[in-house]
């Protein structure tokens, strides 16, 4: 079983930057997949990047490539999400989630563990 805690989120202008941390424990974090996902209102949860084990291998969604930057320490359980050159539309609830394969699609569907999640807010 592997627990999740996300932190860093709030208000943020158009342009500016924030940084998420993911704490991880429960389990040997070298074994699990993570990935960051964004909920907006009224649309469904989305993943915008997710790291291996390892962290010799990442994804990002198309529409945060260049601008946002996943990141790993697995001696001290934590991932990371830097967001840079945010956007209004970006302004979403920011969940992490865990995984023991880095392989197996990006849906929400398919991820097994979750935290409660932070909220980002971006002003025009």
């Known amino acids: 079983q592997v627990q999740l805690i996300e932190s860093g989120g709030g208000s943020v202008q158009a342009g500016g930057s924030l940084r998420l941390t993911c704490a991880v424990s429960?389990?040997?974090?070298?074994?699990?997949?993570v990935a960051w996902f964004r909920h907006a209102p009224g649309l469904e949860r989305v993943c915008v990047a997710a790291?291996?084990?390892?962290?010799?291998?990442?994804y990002y969604a198309d529409s945060v490539e260049g601008r946002f930057t996943i990141s790993r320490d697995n001696s001290s359980n934590m991932v990371y999400l830097q967001m840079d050159s945010l956007k209004s539309e970006e302004t979403a609830a920011y969940f992490c989630?865990?995984?023991?394969?880095?392989?197996?699609?990006?849906?929400?569907?398919?991820?097994?563990?979750w935290g409660q999640g932070t909220h980002v807010t971006v002003s025009p």
């Open positions: 989630a865990s995984r023991r394969s880095y392989n197996g699609g990006w849906s929400w569907r398919d991820w097994d563990y």
């Open positions: 429960g389990d040997t974090l070298l074994t699990y997949a």
């Open positions: 790291i291996s084990g390892k962290g010799d291998m990442q």
